[in-house]
């Protein structure tokens, strides 16, 4: 008998998985949900190594629960969401923050590592979180 030598095997639905599944923990939506109205976010002992892109976009992208609630006499509309001021990342893995941090004008309030401090001196002093 004879084996034949196989190609290696190939997954024919590659194209079609939903991409972010390798970009580690994220942030669930009811906290986000509760940040977009309260404008705080406390993530803190989560064990992050970045901050996750969604909680830098969280006032500039629409929101997952907008494609449920499509209601103007609805109590929680999502386009009166309050812009995040204060922003807990204390207690993680984090060494430096994204430049992405911009995209958070209102912010005002930002708690992390003093570890990472030297990194980060640069950025929330452009800023003006910093006095």
């Known amino acids: 008998m004879s084996r034949q030598l ?19 923990p994220s942030v669930p939506q009811g906290l986000l949900k509760a940040a977009r109205s309260s404008g705080q976010l ?3 002992g989560r064990n992050l190594g970045e901050v996750p892109q969604c909680v830098w976009r969280i006032n ?32 993680n893995k984090l060494q ?21 401090w030297p990194s980060v001196k640069p950025q929330c002093c452009a800023l003006g979180l910093v006095s």
């Open 42 to 44: 406390n993530l803190a």
């Open 6 to 24: 196989r190609a290696p095997r190939f997954d024919p639905r590659a194209g079609f998985h939903a991409e972010g599944k390798d970009r580690g």
């Open 96 to 116: 430096s923050l994204s430049d992405d941090l911009r995209l958070l004008p209102a912010l005002t309030v930002l708690d992390w590592n003093l570890a990472v």
């Open 60 to 91: 500039v992208d629409i929101p997952e629960e907008a494609n449920q609630n499509l209601s103007f006499s609805s109590t929680e509309r999502w386009w009166d969401q309050t812009d995040l001021t204060k922003l807990i990342i204390s207690s």
